[in-house]
């Protein structure tokens, strides 16, 4: 710390010491070089499902007639689509309480999860009833003559 | 006074409160402190070896949490290891690299040995599991290489299961044990994992507690002078612990950089999909297995299999061959001319191997 004029404030840093730390630094260094990469190897890739992303054909309408349901894989995902009066609508088909995947119940006109009985209004999903916290994730419907397109992210 | 107040931890700082509930000192001493020949010369390459089984085992357990063990997903999990896993390419390279360096190194050992005499009285059983240890090796090798499950690993383990099945007598049924059917298909493939990931471990680390504990109780071969019969050894000695135990360190830091610097440099390849339509051109094994390979294409394939077998036999059985108790190479004419010509004849023919 201070200069070599005023040996007495702290011990000279021997030879020794130095070795020590030289070790130690090694060591960590080491340590870290090995640890670093294990880690990461240990998280994995964010997604690696295939035919993620553009436009994926959910059905016919034929497959999904007026009030009516069905979920479909949307990437790695599912997703509902509910033929309703107003339109084709779809969601994401987790349920946003625990992670359930949703059905839709054509008596109750509802989208309802089996495991807490949370239900979604298909109209624009949001909560009915139940202990979901928030509304089904929108996904884009395209329908281009009898064929039911959704688009994903 | 400090240094010592460190290495000895008093009973009740850490140390001693572990000292406590395990009373492992007696053990730790009896396992370290003991002393080597001043002689003796290992190289390190056994020791490194070790390490090197240690470096497979981790990266070969990071390695399974990816891999997908059918012929379906295998090349594929493989792939996505190599370019979506962070550091993949860098964990299966330095798996690929230590495996190619683990068993050069257990070669090198078992060369030391052999030059220095150390498997004769009293280490000949050291010796005997020592050549189970490089069978297990050369088994790893074998059964890890179809993992990929790409044209190279498809083909040679073809033609490598096809070789066992030349074996007089049993070869048909060995064929089938090794391949769990007539071909190499998604049965060979759940086998070679099976093997690779479960049996063979077990049984190399079985093998090793038995083959270190005999190292341990009978200490480092001297090359320069036989072990007496019935007594300790006499001549200068040095501590294993610190001194040896620090070069062997050394040792395993170098080789964990040179690890890292291969795998960077060439890092492990992937050739096309497996296809049982079709043999790429120039099949070949790895290198550890092209001089049996080579020697099947001049000698008939009987004497092509049987040579390699009783040449195992008689490696292991080599302590009971070469009984005189002569340490030094000059006096031990017969046993390295031996060992030069079969050592000559495996290289040349590798060598052969490699050129197109």
New interface residues.
């Given amino acids: 710390m201070g200069p070599d004029t005023q040996p007495s404030a702290t011990p000279p840093i021997t030879r020794r010491r130095f070795l020590r730390w030289l070790l130690g630094f090694s060591v960590v260094s080491t340590l870290a070089m090995v640890a670093a990469p294990v880690a990461a190897f240990l998280v994995p890739p964010k997604s690696t499902a295939t035919g993620s992303g553009g436009k994926v054909l959910a059905g016919t309408l034929a497959d999904i007639p007026l009030g009516k349901g069905k979920v479909v894989p949307l990437g790695s995902k599912p997703a509902i689509v509910i033929n309703t009066a107003q339109g084709v609508v779809a969601y994401s088909a987790i349920c946003t309480h625990l992670g359930c995947i949703v059905a839709f119940d054509d008596l109750s006109g509802t989208i309802v999860c089996p495991c807490h009985d949370g239900r979604f209004s298909p109209a624009n999903g949001t909560v009915v009833s139940g202990p979901p916290p928030t509304a089904l994730t929108p996904v884009t419907v395209s329908v281009e003559g009898d064929q039911v397109f959704l688009v994903s992210a | 006074m400090t240094a010592d107040a460190e290495r000895a931890p008093s009973p009740t700082g850490m140390g001693g409160w572990i000292e406590e509930r395990t009373r492992s000192r007696p053990l730790v001493a009896a396992l370290l402190h003991v002393r080597i020949p001043a002689e003796a010369r290992t190289f390190y390459f056994g020791g490194s070896a070790l390490f090197l089984f240690g470096i497979q085992v981790?990266t070969g357990t990071?390695l399974a949490?990816?891999y997908k063990p059918t012929p379906a997903a295998a090349y594929d999990s493989v792939l996505?290891i190599m370019s979506?896993?962070?550091?993949?390419w860098?964990?299966r390279s330095v798996h690929h690299w230590a495996a190619n360096l683990m068993i050069l190194l257990v070669v090198l050992h078992l060369l030391r040995v052999v030059s220095q005499a150390a498997y004769k009285y009293p280490r000949e059983l050291t010796w005997v599991f020592g050549i189970g240890l490089f069978g297990i090796t050369m088994v790893f090798g074998f059964t890890g290489y179809l993992l990929p499950w790409d044209q190279r690993a498809y083909w040679a383990t073809v033609v490598g299961t096809e070789i066992a099945g030349f074996v007089p007598v049993i070869g048909e049924q060995l064929l089938v044990l090794l391949r769990g059917g007539i071909d190499v298909t998604e049965a060979t493939l759940s086998r070679f994992f099976g093997l690779h990931v479960l049996v063979l471990p077990l049984a190399l680390a079985g093998l090793l507690a038995v083959h270190l504990t005999l190292v341990h109780q009978l200490g480092l071969a001297n090359p320069k002078r036989p072990d007496p019969r019935g007594r300790e050894p006499e001549g200068r000695t040095t501590p294993f612990f610190p001194n040896y135990i620090l070069d062997e360190l050394i040792a395993w830091?170098v080789l964990?950089a040179l690890l890292?610097v291969l795998a960077s440099l060439f890092p492990a390849g992937l050739d096309d999909k497996a296809n049982a339509l079709e043999t790429p051109v120039g099949t070949k094994p790895e290198w550890y297995f092209l001089a049996v390979y080579e020697f099947l294409k001049l000698v008939p394939r009987l004497v092509g299999i049987m040579v390699p077998i009783v040449g195992l036999g008689l490696l292991a059985a080599l302590p009971f061959l070469d009984r005189k108790p002569e340490v030094l190479a000059r006096r031990r004419k017969m046993a390295v001319g031996v060992a030069t010509l079969v050592l000559g004849g495996a290289v040349a023919l590798t060598v052969r191997g490699f050129l197109p």
């Avoid at chain 2, 979506?84 to 993949?88: A, L, N, Y």
Wanted: charged letters at 5%; proline letters at 0%.
């Fill in positions: 981790a990071l949490l990816y996505s979506d896993v962070s550091f993949g860098l964990i830091y964990l890292v």
